[in-house]
Nanobody, 123 residues
Framework: VQLQASGGGLVQAGGSLRLSCSSS????????VGWFRQAPGKEREFVSS????????SYADSVKGRFTISRDRVKHMVYLQMNSLKPDDTAVYYC?????????????????WGQGTLVTVSS
């Protein structure tokens, strides 16, 4: 499975961005997919995840109510809509395909990772 994250950029605080994660090769249609982020000097942290059919989602407390994860199984895409962005959201965002079909929250539950897309939120 090859994953490609896109949609990052520079945005002002309070603004919005939509990240996309595409899969190729053996797609992630039957797998949970997650978004993680890593800020400079910090460890990678969980942001959000979605189960194989979109029936279950999970969010980090820091993004609840502001971010929404969704997926299109036909297009083999997963999206992360990010609203009300804050400077603390600045990080490289990675999408990953889980080892199973659930919406997992730990990095060890994921076997394939995309290359990351940079999100910068200015104050």
């Amino acid at each position: 499975v090859q994953l490609q994250a896109s949609g990052g950029g520079l945005v002002q605080a309070g603004g919005s961005l939509r990240l996309s994660c595409s899969s190729s090769g053996r797609t992630f249609s039957n797998n949970g997919v997650g978004w993680f982020r890593q800020a400079p000097g910090k460890e990678r942290e969980f942001v959000s995840s979605i189960s194989w059919n979109g029936g279950s989602t999970s969010y980090a407390d820091s993004v609840k109510g502001r971010f929404t994860i969704s997926r299109d199984r036909v297009k083999h895409m997963v999206y992360l809509q990010m609203n009300s962005l804050k400077p603390d959201d600045t990080a490289v965002y990675y999408c990953a395909s889980a080892r199973d079909s659930a919406a997992q929250a730990t990095p060890f539950s994921y076997s394939y990772w995309g290359q990351g897309t940079l999100v910068t939120v200015s104050s």
